[in-house]
């Protein structure tokens, strides 16, 4: 038995992508279209920040790496 919601989403996915030609940035932008048109309030979240900026840079000394111990580290005592 075919459940009738998912046959009228299926539906409604493939009259939106016949709409746009198949082309995801043309049903995206449909959509945003859509979701102004309809005044309902959405929700927009920062962008992402990449890992990669977040890191701390390290600095190393080469008395450090050559006694294998960590400079920045507090001596024992």
């Known amino acids: 038995m075919i ?3 998912v046959a009228e989403i299926r539906a ?3 009259r939106i992508a016949e709409e746009s030609g198949c ?3 043309a049903i995206a932008e449909a959509t945003r279209k859509r979701q102004q ?3 309902v309030r959405t929700v927009s ?3 992402r920040v990449s890992d990669s900026s977040l ?3 390290v600095s190393v000394d080469s ?3 050559q006694s294998g111990t960590d400079a920045s580290a507090p001596a024992a005592g």
């Open 45 to 47: 979240r920062p962008k």
């Open 55 to 57: 890191a701390k840079p």
């Open 37 to 39: 048109a309809s005044g």
């Open 12 to 14: 409604t996915r493939e």
């Open 63 to 65: 008395e450090s790496v």
């Open 3 to 5: 459940d009738p919601i």
């Open 23 to 25: 082309d995801i940035h």
